[in-house]
T-cell receptor, first 114, second 113 residues
Framework: IAGITQAPTSQILAAGRRMTLRCTQD?????MYWYRQDLGLGLRLIHY???????GKGEVPDGYSVSRANTDDFPLTLASAVPSQTSVYFC?????????????FGEGSRLTVL | GENVEQHPSTLSVQEGDSAVIKCTYS??????FPWYKQELGKRPQLIID?????GEKKDQRIAVTLNKTAKHFSLHITETQPEDSAVYFC????????????FGGGTRLMVKP
């Protein structure tokens, strides 16, 4: 089934540990995004990539890094997790240059940093 | 950058009544305004969108209106049903500037049977 897959779905992590959230899409979309969702704050953009080999910073990039080695994969890394990074993380993808503009989301990864 | 404000944060209506959610945006260059619905524990999904060249768009019980002069847009749901209960997010973007969406804070809609 075509779509966007995230892993893990849930993780509890000790502060100071390194963590990578994985995201893979099979729709051949050129653009991919990472959002975090916190209660009352909606979805805030962390990092994005408009095409393989390029990345950019979103609204809340500090403490996170991304890479886009190919079209399908867009991992998000927390180099040294802190409790304020406790959140639900959504990966999303979109084919830019089309009329729809629809953003397709993964199921989310719930991260708790203790 | 773009800033999107969404109101109300929570909305409770009786089944069959209408619900209206309002959003304002700051960047007059924004020209694409989607609405996403997120059911409890699920991913956000697009339900309707509007571009700046039209003032209103309808899809069955859902409609979106846009006022570019005032920089606000609204989601209207008529004849609400319990399955409409969810969190709704508005968003705005400039389609020629990377297509990055800026989301509002969300509205939790509760439809009471």
């Amino acid at each position: 089934i075509a779509g966007i897959t995230q892993a893990p779905t849930s993780q509890i992590l000790a502060a100071g540990r390194r963590m990578t959230l994985r995201c893979t899409q099979d729709m051949r979309h050129n653009a991919m995004y990472w959002y975090r969702q916190d209660l009352g704050l909606g979805l805030r953009l962390i990092h994005y990539s408009n095409t393989a080999g390029t990345t950019g910073k979103g609204e809340v990039p500090d403490g996170y890094s991304v890479s886009r080695a190919n079209t399908d994969d867009f991992p998000l890394t927390l180099a040294s997790a802190v409790p304020s990074q406790t959140s639900v993380y959504f990966c999303a993808s979109k084919q830019t240059g089309t009329n729809t503009g629809e953003l397709f989301f993964g199921e989310g990864s719930r991260l708790t940093v203790l | 950058g773009e800033n999107v404000e969404q109101h109300p944060s929570t909305l409770s209506v009786q089944e069959g009544d209408s619900a209206v959610i309002k959003c304002t945006y700051s960047d007059s260059a924004s020209n694409y305004f989607p609405w996403y619905k997120q059911e409890l524990g699920k991913r956000p999904q697009l339900i309707i969108d509007i571009r700046s060249n039209v003032g209103e768009k309808k899809d069955q019980r859902i409609a979106v209106t846009l006022n570019k002069t005032a920089k606000h847009f609204s989601l209207h749901i008529t004849e609400t049903q319990p399955e409409d209960s969810a969190v709704y997010f508005c968003a705005a973007s400039i389609t020629d500037a990377g297509n990055m969406l800026t989301f509002g804070g969300g509205t939790r809609l509760m439809v009471k049977p």
